[in-house]
C-alpha cells in the first residue's frame, strides 16, 4: 500500500524557488513507478505538473517545462519538485501521486499549501 | 487549464442517482484515451473511485460507475449517501500535452 506525504515552506517569495518534496513508504521508488506532481488553485483548477520515472526521465507540462525540474533520491525514498522564478499564480496546493503507468493516478498526498507573497 | 468539460455543481436526494458529465475532444478522449475519475474531500488525500473507464479500485462502493462514449464520459452515483458529497474530479491523457488533463470540477450535494 503506497503511501505518500509532501513537505514544505508553506510560503515563498515572488521570483523565489519552490521546492517540495514527497516522502515515499509502502513501496521503492526505485520499482517500475511514475512518480507525479499536480497542483490546485482557485484560478486554473487542478494542473499536472509531471511525472518522473524511477529512471529519472521527467516529463513536464509545456506551460511549465522552462521552470520546474522534478527529481528523484533513492537514498532517501523520496522525489521532489522545483519551480523557479515562482509569481502569486503559483500560489496553490501542491499534491504528489503515484502512477502505475497507465495514466492514471491510484495514489495521492494529503496536500500542501504553498503561497507565494512578499 | 482544464481542458475537459464537468458541470459546476450536481446534488440528489439520498438514495437517488446523480450523474456528471466529462467533455473532452479529439486529442484526449476521442483520441481513445481512458477517463479516470476522483473524489477530492476536505482533509483528505484525494482518493481515485474510476479507472479504465469503468473500473473500481478494491474498496470503492459498488454504487459509483462509469462510462465512456466518443468524446465524453460519465460518473454515475447510485444510491447516493451523505458521505459522498465531495468534488468530484475526471482526468484522462493529452495528446496535444504529452501528459495528463483534468476535467473543471464537479461539486456533489
Known amino acids: 500500500h503506497v503511501q505518500l506525504q509532501e513537505s514544505g515552506p508553506g510560503l515563498v517569495k515572488p521570483s523565489g524557488t519552490l521546492s517540495l518534496t514527497c516522502a515515499v513508504s509502502?513501496?521503492?521508488?526505485?520499482?517500475?513507478?511514475?512518480w507525479n506532481w499536480v497542483r490546485q488553485s482557485p484560478g486554473k483548477g487542478l494542473e499536472w505538473i509531471g511525472e518522473?520515472?524511477?529512471?529519472?526521465?521527467?516529463t513536464y507540462n509545456p506551460s511549465l517545462e522552462s521552470r520546474v525540474t522534478i527529481s528523484v533520491d533513492k537514498s532517501k525514498n523520496e522525489f521532489s519538485l522545483t519551480l523557479d522564478s515562482v509569481t502569486a499564480a503559483d500560489t496553490a496546493v501542491y499534491f504528489c501521486a503515484h502512477s502505475s503507468g497507465d495514466h492514471y493516478l491510484d495514489y495521492w498526498g494529503q496536500g500542501n499549501l504553498l503561497t507565494v507573497s512578499s | 487549464q482544464s481542458v475537459l468539460t464537468q458541470p459546476p455543481s450536481v446534488s440528489g436526494a439520498p438514495g437517488q442517482t446523480v450523474t456528471i458529465s466529462c467533455s473532452g475532444s479529439s486529442s484526449n478522449i476521442g483520441a481513445g484515451f481512458d477517463v479516470h475519475w476522483y473524489q477530492f474531500s476536505p482533509g483528505a488525500a484525494p482518493k481515485l473511485l474510476i479507472f479504465g473507464s469503468n473500473n473500481r479500485p478494491s474498496g470503492v462502493p459498488g454504487r459509483f460507475s462509469g462510462s465512456k462514449s466518443a468524446t465524453s464520459a460519465s460518473l454515475a452515483i447510485t444510491g447516493l449517501q451523505a458521505e459522498d458529497e465531495a468534488d468530484y474530479y475526471c482526468q484522462s491523457y493529452d495528446t496535444n500535452l504529452s501528459g495528463y488533463v483534468f476535467g473543471t470540477g464537479t461539486k456533489v450535494t
Open positions: 518522473i520515472y524511477h529512471s529519472g526521465r521527467a
Open positions: 509502502g513501496v521503492s521508488i526505485s520499482s517500475t513507478h511514475w
